[in-house]
């Protein structure tokens, strides 16, 4: 079980699953229900973590670690980092 330094948002939780043997899948589910889904849950990957490495990777999707992220700029929803221009990082 991997140290996660976020907590979850309100109305949601975090899961984590093996994905290969040194990398943890972090998942993001929703706890409300939903129809389109026979009423399952509905979950997101947050992101990697690599227990090897110690670090924190964004995902391409589901299926495919991205490249290392730093923790500290990641938010409790999602470990893909922001591609904003100078005036966009201002309004933050």
């Not at 589910?29 to 979950?43: I, W």
């Not at 990777?57 to 992220?69: D, E, K, L, R």
Request: hydrophobic content about 35%; overall charge positive; charged content about 20%.
């Amino acid at each position: 079980m991997v140290e996660f330094p976020h907590k979850p948002p309100k109305g949601m939780y975090y899961e984590q699953t093996e994905f290969k043997r040194n990398v943890t899948a972090i998942w993001v589910h929703y706890k409300r229900r939903f129809d389109y889904n026979n009423g399952d849950s509905v979950r997101c990957i947050w992101g990697f973590y690599n227990s090897k490495t110690k670090s924190y990777h964004a995902p391409i999707n589901s299926s495919t670690v991205g490249s290392v992220v730093d923790i500290n700029r990641t938010t409790p929803y999602s470990a893909m980092q922001l591609n904003l221009n100078p005036l966009e990082l201002a309004f933050l």
